[in-house]
């Protein structure tokens, strides 16, 4: 049990330490992104529409957009879309814009929603398993101590991203650095009880 302990210590110590420093590295400086970024119109109004802080008034230019863009559709039936494209080129871009940020806003907030739902559960299982360690029942309490801290390794690791949603990715990184933290303070205070328990039952 003490050798299972221990490998559990080392592995999950050095997953949420690595995981905590790339966390404050990038919430301090960012993605720092290639300064030869394309130079086209979409990627210049994503740029624009990043920045907009009221998500409800990127839904309402994008259903307008798309209104106009189905108008121009129904005006113009024969015409391919890729012309229709070519000819309107700024309102679709800036309607690919604004669905691409909005997909990425919905994305994170849903991300920040199950981390912390996946990481109560994972509180929980960390509470019962400990609870059947201190009571003697050693192999039952590890074995959902260890799922516990899974559930909060795997909702602290780094998050997949497109780029955009900037509010919500600071928002969504903030959050994993305090779970990191706590996955961490927490594990080390089990441990420390473990040993503790241990030195008792020996003595």
């Known amino acids: 049990m003490k050798n299972l302990q221990i490998t559990f ?5 050095c997953v949420l330490s690595t995981q905590a420093v790339r966390h404050v590295h990038i919430y301090v400086f960012g993605f720092e992104e290639s300064i ?7 990627y210049e109004i994503k740029e624009e529409v990043r920045l907009e802080a009221s998500t409800s008034e990127l839904l309402a230019e994008y259903d307008a957009g798309k209104e106009e863009i189905q108008k121009l559709r129904q005006a113009n039936p024969d015409m391919e879309l890729f012309a229709m494209r070519q000819s309107h080129a700024e309102l679709f871009a800036r309607n690919d814009a604004l669905a691409s940020e909005l997909r990425e806003r919905q994305s994170k907030s849903r991300e920040l929603r199950d981390i912390w739902l996946f990481s109560t559960a994972g509180f929980v299982l960390i509470g019962i398993g400990s609870v059947l360690y201190m009571r003697g029942y050693d192999w039952t309490g590890m074995s959902l101590i260890v799922p516990g801290f899974v559930e909060l390794v795997w909702w602290s690791a780094p998050s997949f991203t497109m780029g955009g949603a900037t509010r919500e990715h600071d928002l969504l ?5 305090v779970l990191t933290i706590i996955a ?3 594990m080390y205070s089990l441990w420390l009880i473990a040993q503790r328990r241990r030195k008792k039952l020996e003595g």
């Open 9 to 13: 210590l080392i592995i999950f110590g």
């Open 36 to 42: 030869l970024a394309p130079a086209s119109a979409f």
């Open 173 to 177: 990184l903030f959050n994993k650095i």
């Open 184 to 186: 961490f303070a927490l």
